[in-house]
T-cell receptor, first 116, second 114 residues
Framework: ETGVTQTPRHLVMGMTNKKSLKCEQH?????MYWYKQSAKKPLELMFV???????ENNSVPSRFSPECPNSSHLFLHLHTLQPEDSALYLC???????????????FGQGTRLTVV | GENVEQHPSTLSVQEGDSAVIKCTYS??????FPWYKQELGKRPQLIID?????GEKKDQRIAVTLNKTAKHFSLHITETQPEDSAVYFC?????????????FGAGTRLAVHP
């Protein structure tokens, strides 16, 4: 699959488990994002990586830990989650032009996470 | 920080009618306003976007208008079809930082009835 690929598509984990979500983009973009999508809520921006450096952390609890080893891959490490963390986690990427103007963000299919 | 309000939360129309979704934003520095469509079980996909240097943009049956003074923008879908049924999200983003900090509205669930 081209574009932005997320794995796994579905994940069920206990509150004491440790798991990781993976995102890979094949678009040559230089910025990657994690969003959380809960029912009846806006898409919430969690983290932003630009040129492999974390540039935004929107008050996300430390039980969520992002990692960006290179410009094509983004991970979200999860540990000791709560049931209210159950949601669809979406990864996105975009290309930041030199002039600073914003461009389209491409989303992955998401990982449906259920915390039991 | 930026805050985006979107209305209505649900919209039901008959096939062939028009649909209008409205959004307001708070950060006057925002200059990029995309609209995404998310079908059930699928990823959000961009359908149209507008930048602050234009007031209106059209692409076939879809148009977006922007009023910078009032800080609101709207999505217009004409001649709606059942395949337009989906959740639509507006977003706003301010420049700078070398990345796209999109802040989304809560979404509008559009149902088009044959």
């Amino acid at each position: 699959e081209t574009g932005v690929t997320q794995t796994p598509r579905h994940l069920v984990m206990g509150m004491t488990n440790k798991k990781s979500l993976k995102c890979e983009q094949h678009l040559g973009h230089n910025a990657m994002y994690w969003y959380k999508q809960s029912a009846k809520k806006p898409l919430e921006l969690m983290f932003v990586y630009s040129l492999e450096e974390r540039v935004e952390n929107n008050s996300v609890p430390s039980r969520f830990s992002p990692e960006c080893p290179n410009s094509s891959h983004l991970f979200l490490h999860l540990h000791t989650l709560q049931p209210e963390d159950s949601a669809l986690y979406l990864c996105a990427s975009s290309q930041a032009p030199g002039g600073g103007g914003n461009t389209e963000a491409f989303f992955g299919q998401g990982t449906r996470l259920t915390v039991v | 920080g930026e805050n985006v309000e979107q209305h209505p939360s649900t919209l039901s129309v008959q096939e062939g009618d028009s649909a209008v979704i409205k959004c307001t934003y708070s950060d006057s520095a925002s200059n990029y306003f995309p609209w995404y469509k998310q079908e059930l079980g699928k990823r959000p996909q961009l359908i149209i976007d507008i930048r602050s240097n234009v007031g209106e943009k059209k692409d076939q049956r879809i148009a977006v208008t922007l009023n910078k003074t009032a800080k609101h923008f709207s999505l217009h879908i004409t001649e709606t079809q059942p395949e337009d049924s989906a959740v639509y999200f507006c977003a706003a983003s301010a420049p700078g930082g070398g990345y796209n900090k999109l802040i989304f509205g809560a979404g509008t669930r559009l149902a088009v009835h044959p």
